[in-house]
């Protein structure tokens, strides 16, 4: 005489472990998303504000690293030019900007993954440039000779400053009319 009473006997409604006993969790499907038109006029209102809000402190950041991006580049640009022109290792150059303007060579090409120029990338593209384009390129300058310098220095003889500016009109011939 045995009866099973599980069969019988109600289901017990599933429960949270995580929810206080007493306190039903409402059941709603979890990929159900919540009506936008539901949302206030003021809400949505306050959300187009704060997103436009957004968008144009994100083009002003925007913008300023473009300029800075340019600047960065300029800045290495001059150190390229520098470095060809004072360098005694790379070849010379009459014109160092020629290497941009002439050869094509973007100053990504010659830069490493941290930004910096590196001098066996200017040595290759120098050297390449200067197979393409030999008039390009010369002996470097003598100097240190003080007797070489005084004749390549085109040197006009300055009359003597005055401070006085009214100097200059005094000395003036007079027109004896």
């Known amino acids: 005489m045995t009866t099973d009473t599980t069969e019988n006997a109600p289901e017990a409604p599933d429960t949270d472990s995580d929810a206080p006993e007493g306190t039903e969790t409402p059941e709603t499907p979890a990929d159900e998303q919540p009506d936008p038109a539901d949302d206030t006029p003021d809400d949505l209102r306050a959300a187009r504000h704060e997103a436009a809000t957004r968008r144009k402190e994100l083009r002003a950041v925007q913008a300023e690293r473009d300029t800075l991006h340019g600047t960065v580049a300029t ?4 150190l390229t030019e520098q470095l060809i022109a004072n360098t005694d290792a790379l070849p010379w150059m009459h014109r160092p900007a020629d290497l941009f303007e002439i050869g094509g ?3 990504a ?3 490493d993954d941290a930004g910096n120029i590196d001098p066996s990338k200017l040595a290759d593209a120098l050297t390449t440039l200067q197979g393409e384009r030999p008039y390009l390129f010369g002996t470097r300058p003598v100097t240190g000779y003080p007797l070489f ?3 390549s220095r085109q040197s006009m003889p300055q009359p003597p400053a005055s401070t006085d500016p009214g100097a200059a009109w005094q ?7």
């Not at 800045?75 to 001059?78: A, G, I, S, T, V």
């Not at 000395?171 to 009319?177: E, G, R, V």
């Open 109 to 111: 090409d010659l830069t």
């Open 149 to 151: 310098e005084a004749m």
């Open 171 to 177: 000395k003036a011939p007079q027109n004896p009319s």
């Open 75 to 78: 800045l290495q640009r001059q």
């Open 105 to 107: 060579v973007d100053v």
